[in-house]
């Protein structure tokens, strides 16, 4: 997981937070993972992602905010390297509508 996320947003920084790998754009988390007894999640999941990897998604668990993988199957690589970089993208806007607007000289 760290590598696929690694190589989909080579720019973030890499922390541990929540007691899990967490990866931030512009001070702010585009994903944590963590592995379980029967699977592994990515956190968070937003309703954009969701609707935008539907047909992707639909032979895994999505669940409040979180995208769950069955640990007896094969990990989906491109799934998971984009919505790295879909997420990374939804941050970026984030953060060009959260900075002040440049001011014009009259």
């Known amino acids: 997981m760290r590598g696929i996320i690694r190589r ?5 920084d890499e922390i541990i937070s929540y007691k ?3 990866y931030k754009l512009h001070g702010r988390p585009v994903l944590y993972f963590a592995a379980w007894t029967e699977h ?3 956190y968070p999941s937003t309703a954009r992602l969701a609707a935008a990897f539907k047909d992707e ?3 895994h668990l999505v669940s409040k905010g979180t995208l769950r993988f069955a640990l007896d199957k094969p990990v989906p690589v491109k799934l998971i390297e984009q919505v790295a970089k879909f997420r990374a993208k939804e941050e970026a806007e984030h953060a060009r509508a959260k900075a002040p607007a440049a001011k014009t000289r009259r």
Do not use: D
């Open 8 to 12: 989909a947003v080579p720019q973030a």
């Open 57 to 59: 998604l639909a032979p």
């Open 40 to 42: 592994f999640s990515l």
């Open 20 to 22: 899990i790998p967490t």
